[in-house]
Protein backbone atom coordinates (compact mmCIF):
# COMPACT_ATOMS: atom_id res chain seq x y z
CA UNK A 1 0.00 0.00 0.00
CA UNK A 2 2.54 2.44 0.98
CA UNK A 3 4.97 1.66 -2.34
CA UNK A 4 1.55 2.32 -4.37
CA UNK A 5 1.48 5.56 -2.54
CA UNK A 6 4.55 6.45 -3.60
CA UNK A 7 3.71 5.24 -7.05
CA UNK A 8 0.52 7.36 -6.94
CA UNK A 9 2.75 10.66 -6.43
CA UNK A 10 -0.35 11.93 -4.45
CA UNK A 11 2.14 12.51 -1.88
CA UNK A 12 3.72 14.96 -3.87
CA UNK A 13 0.40 17.22 -4.20
CA UNK A 14 1.32 19.00 -0.80
CA UNK A 15 4.48 20.17 -1.45
CA UNK A 16 3.19 20.95 -4.80
CA UNK A 17 0.65 23.47 -2.91
CA UNK A 18 2.98 24.50 -0.58
CA UNK A 19 5.14 25.92 -3.10
CA UNK A 20 2.02 27.49 -5.33
CA UNK A 21 -1.48 27.47 -3.68
CA UNK A 22 -0.65 27.59 0.59
CA UNK A 23 -4.95 28.02 0.83
CA UNK A 24 -4.90 24.84 -1.39
CA UNK A 25 -2.79 23.21 0.57
CA UNK A 26 -4.85 24.04 3.60
CA UNK A 27 -8.38 22.12 1.97
CA UNK A 28 -5.75 19.34 1.24
CA UNK A 29 -4.97 18.65 4.98
CA UNK A 30 -8.72 19.53 6.27
CA UNK A 31 -9.48 16.60 3.56
CA UNK A 32 -8.22 14.61 6.68
CA UNK A 33 -5.98 12.81 4.21
CA UNK A 34 -4.40 10.29 6.90
CA UNK A 35 -0.97 10.88 5.16
CA UNK A 36 -0.89 14.62 5.88
CA UNK A 37 0.51 14.38 9.13
CA UNK A 38 3.03 11.48 9.08
CA UNK A 39 4.32 13.30 5.74
CA UNK A 40 4.77 16.90 6.81
CA UNK A 41 7.34 15.61 10.01
CA UNK A 42 9.85 14.64 6.90
CA UNK A 43 9.65 18.90 6.10
CA UNK A 44 11.51 19.52 9.12
CA UNK A 45 13.84 16.45 9.20
CA UNK A 46 14.94 17.37 5.75
CA UNK A 47 15.03 21.20 6.71
CA UNK A 48 17.50 19.87 9.91
CA UNK A 49 20.31 18.44 7.32
CA UNK A 50 19.90 21.25 4.39
CA UNK A 51 20.36 23.89 7.59
CA UNK A 52 23.44 21.87 9.23
CA UNK A 53 24.74 21.43 5.57
CA UNK A 54 24.64 24.67 4.56
CA UNK A 55 25.98 25.86 7.67
CA UNK A 56 29.19 23.17 7.45
CA UNK A 57 29.54 24.72 3.30
CA UNK A 58 29.99 28.23 5.07
CA UNK A 59 32.87 27.44 7.22
CA UNK A 60 36.17 24.84 7.27
CA UNK A 61 35.82 21.15 6.73
CA UNK A 62 36.43 19.42 9.78
CA UNK A 63 36.21 16.02 11.46
CA UNK A 64 33.15 17.45 13.35
CA UNK A 65 31.50 17.41 10.38
CA UNK A 66 30.11 13.77 10.49
CA UNK A 67 28.89 14.17 14.37
CA UNK A 68 26.94 17.03 12.46
CA UNK A 69 25.31 15.32 10.11
CA UNK A 70 24.48 11.97 11.99
CA UNK A 71 24.22 13.27 15.89
CA UNK A 72 23.77 16.47 15.44
CA UNK A 73 21.18 16.04 12.46
CA UNK A 74 19.13 13.59 14.76
CA UNK A 75 19.28 16.50 17.90
CA UNK A 76 18.37 19.70 15.57
CA UNK A 77 16.04 17.57 13.61
CA UNK A 78 14.07 17.05 17.64
CA UNK A 79 14.57 20.61 18.58
CA UNK A 80 12.80 21.87 15.09
CA UNK A 81 9.82 19.95 15.65
CA UNK A 82 9.38 21.48 19.29
CA UNK A 83 9.46 24.61 18.34
CA UNK A 84 7.19 23.52 15.47
CA UNK A 85 4.75 21.92 18.53
CA UNK A 86 5.19 25.09 20.90
CA UNK A 87 4.43 27.40 18.11
CA UNK A 88 1.62 25.75 16.68
CA UNK A 89 0.10 25.58 20.60
CA UNK A 90 0.47 28.87 21.26
CA UNK A 91 -1.34 30.02 17.98
CA UNK A 92 -4.20 27.93 19.04
CA UNK A 93 -4.00 29.18 22.00
CA UNK A 94 -4.43 32.84 20.70
CA UNK A 95 -6.87 31.80 17.74
CA UNK A 96 -9.03 30.45 20.95
CA UNK A 97 -8.33 33.70 22.57
CA UNK A 98 -10.38 35.82 19.43
CA UNK A 99 -12.89 33.22 19.56
CA UNK A 100 -12.63 30.84 16.62
CA UNK A 101 -11.99 26.90 16.69
CA UNK A 102 -8.40 25.91 17.20
CA UNK A 103 -6.97 22.68 15.92
CA UNK A 104 -3.47 21.85 17.02
CA UNK A 105 -2.81 18.92 14.89
CA UNK A 106 -3.88 20.73 11.80
CA UNK A 107 -1.64 23.62 12.84
CA UNK A 108 1.18 21.67 12.94
CA UNK A 109 0.91 20.50 9.91
CA UNK A 110 0.74 23.83 8.17
CA UNK A 111 3.48 24.46 10.04
CA UNK A 112 5.74 21.61 9.19
CA UNK A 113 5.18 22.37 5.49
CA UNK A 114 5.31 25.73 5.29
CA UNK A 115 9.37 25.51 5.94
CA UNK A 116 9.74 24.09 3.43
CA UNK A 117 10.97 26.61 1.04
CA UNK A 118 13.80 26.33 3.55
CA UNK A 119 15.52 22.98 1.62
CA UNK A 120 16.42 25.43 -1.32
CA UNK A 121 18.90 27.64 1.18
CA UNK A 122 21.22 25.15 0.22
CA UNK A 123 21.54 24.66 -3.59
CA UNK A 124 21.20 28.81 -3.45
CA UNK A 125 24.09 29.83 -1.44
CA UNK A 126 26.58 26.93 -2.78
CA UNK A 127 26.02 28.38 -6.30
CA UNK A 128 27.61 31.97 -4.20
CA UNK A 129 29.36 29.33 -2.79
CA UNK A 130 31.32 28.20 -6.26
CA UNK A 131 32.26 31.28 -7.17
CA UNK A 132 33.43 32.24 -4.21
CA UNK A 133 30.98 35.55 -4.34
CA UNK A 134 29.59 36.71 -1.22
CA UNK A 135 28.84 33.54 0.22
CA UNK A 136 27.98 34.93 3.47
CA UNK A 137 26.10 38.00 1.96
CA UNK A 138 23.87 35.46 0.40
CA UNK A 139 23.71 32.87 2.40
CA UNK A 140 21.86 35.87 5.03
CA UNK A 141 19.84 37.54 2.08
CA UNK A 142 18.37 33.86 1.59
CA UNK A 143 17.49 33.07 5.20
CA UNK A 144 16.23 35.74 5.66
CA UNK A 145 13.85 35.44 2.24
CA UNK A 146 13.02 32.06 2.60
CA UNK A 147 12.09 33.00 6.14
CA UNK A 148 9.30 35.25 4.60
CA UNK A 149 8.31 32.74 1.96
CA UNK A 150 7.41 30.61 4.93
CA UNK A 151 5.61 32.94 6.89
CA UNK A 152 3.33 34.21 3.84
CA UNK A 153 2.60 30.11 3.55
CA UNK A 154 1.59 30.31 7.22
CA UNK A 155 -0.70 33.26 6.96
CA UNK A 156 -2.18 32.06 3.81
CA UNK A 157 -3.02 29.02 5.26
CA UNK A 158 -4.17 30.64 8.27
CA UNK A 159 -6.21 33.11 6.55
CA UNK A 160 -7.75 29.98 4.86
CA UNK A 161 -8.53 27.84 8.00
CA UNK A 162 -10.00 30.77 9.79
CA UNK A 163 -11.88 32.08 6.88
CA UNK A 164 -10.24 35.55 7.93
CA UNK A 165 -8.38 38.38 6.40
CA UNK A 166 -4.84 38.42 6.15
CA UNK A 167 -4.74 40.86 9.10
CA UNK A 168 -5.95 38.30 11.47
CA UNK A 169 -3.60 35.91 10.07
CA UNK A 170 -0.36 38.24 10.44
CA UNK A 171 -1.68 38.45 14.17
CA UNK A 172 -1.99 34.70 14.63
CA UNK A 173 1.43 34.43 12.79
CA UNK A 174 3.30 36.92 15.25
CA UNK A 175 1.85 36.01 18.68
CA UNK A 176 4.29 32.80 19.14
CA UNK A 177 7.12 34.90 17.68
CA UNK A 178 6.64 38.13 20.13
CA UNK A 179 6.04 35.83 22.94
CA UNK A 180 8.62 33.62 22.65
CA UNK A 181 11.05 37.02 21.90
CA UNK A 182 9.77 38.71 25.33
CA UNK A 183 10.24 35.31 27.12
CA UNK A 184 14.36 34.97 25.57
CA UNK A 185 14.70 38.35 26.44
CA UNK A 186 13.85 38.35 29.90
CA UNK A 187 15.62 35.12 30.13
CA UNK A 188 18.54 36.80 29.16
CA UNK A 189 18.34 39.33 31.51
CA UNK A 190 17.82 37.53 34.71
CA UNK A 191 20.33 34.86 33.20
CA UNK A 192 22.81 38.18 33.05
CA UNK A 193 22.46 39.36 36.45
CA UNK A 194 22.10 36.28 37.86
CA UNK A 195 25.87 35.74 36.63
CA UNK A 196 26.77 38.80 37.15
CA UNK A 197 25.99 38.58 40.59
CA UNK A 198 27.31 35.08 41.02
CA UNK A 199 30.88 36.24 39.81
CA UNK A 200 30.59 39.14 42.50
CA UNK A 201 29.79 36.64 45.08
CA UNK A 202 33.08 34.98 44.19
CA UNK A 203 35.51 38.24 44.27
Do not use: C
Not at 95 to 120: C, H, S
Not at 142 to 163: K, P, R, V, Y
Amino acid sequence: MIIATLRSLRWADYFLFTVIDPRALYRQIKSNDPRAMALSFTVPVIVAITELLTGSLMGRPTSFFFYKISYGWILHSMVLVFLIIITAALMDLIIQFMGMKGNVRELIIVINYAIFPKVFLLPLVYIFKVVNFAPGFFYVLFSLGLFIWSAFITIQALSEMHATDFGKALLIFLFPILLMGIFIFFGSVLFFFSGMGLISSMI
